[in-house]
T-cell receptor, first 109, second 114 residues
């Protein structure tokens, strides 16, 4: 079957670092994606991993371990505007995307 | 670029009525995706097209749902007849090609079926 798990909610303080974990099981594997979604808005692409290791993009980094079916999104120097839901998504065969339930991150002053 | 365009942005209808959602992908993008998002089920892929051809519609919930892509710049998602459980936000997304890293989402259509 296909399943993606991530924590429902997280809270962190402005300026801090937060790590959002994701575990996945898919039929085939063709990439792991992270999206950001502010309330009432559409998801926007953050990062993509297809090989094991860390991908860094500014304040955001994403890690993948294919053997463990595990990924995390690391957000550094948190800002208030980072308060949003973060969606982990795995791409299986073809373009078959499976999204996790999302992690709602609250950044407090 | 205007991004992915969806219409209408909001739709309120009564149970049993036909609903048609529309999407214009980003010009030059060859892959188009329809998603549904609810609090209970999260974001679900309904169907996707490559070069206007439906590739995988296994996510379409039942025969009441149908999608078409008559040309590279237009797609529709139709629900007939609609039911209250179809109430959700429906997103259309496009990407440059099959295997592209990035999908660009439209603003979504908020559907409420009474």
């Amino acid at each position: 079957g296909q399943n993606i798990d991530q924590p429902t909610e997280m809270t962190a303080t402005e300026g801090a670092i937060v790590q959002i974990n994701c575990t996945y099981q898919t039929s085939g594997f063709n990439g792991l994606f992270w999206y950001q979604q502010h309330a009432g808005e559409a998801p926007t692409f953050l990062s993509y991993n297809v090989l094991d290791g860390l991908e860094e993009k500014g304040r955001f980094s994403s890690f993948l371990s294919r053997s463990k079916g595990y990924s995390y999104l690391l957000l550094k120097e948190l800002q208030m505007k980072d308060s949003a839901s973060y969606l982990c998504a795995a791409r299986g065969y073809g373009q078959n995307f499976v999204f996790g339930p999302g992690t709602r991150l609250s950044v407090l002053p | 670029d205007a991004g992915v365009i969806q219409s209408p942005r909001h739709e309120v209808t009564e149970m049993g009525q036909e609903v048609t959602l529309r999407c214009k992908p980003i010009s030059g993008h060859n892959s188009l995706f329809w998603y549904r998002q609810t609090m209970m089920r999260g974001l679900e892929l309904l169907i996707y097209f490559n070069n206007n051809v439906p590739i995988d519609d296994s996510g379409m919930p039942e025969d009441r749902f149908s999608a078409k892509m008559p040309n590279a710049s237009f797609s529709t998602l139709k629900i007939q007849p609609s039911e209250p459980r179809d109430s959700a936000v429906y997103f259309c997304a496009s990407s440059l090609s099959q295997g592209s890293e990035t999908q660009y989402f439209g603003p979504g259509t908020r559907l409420l079926v009474l």
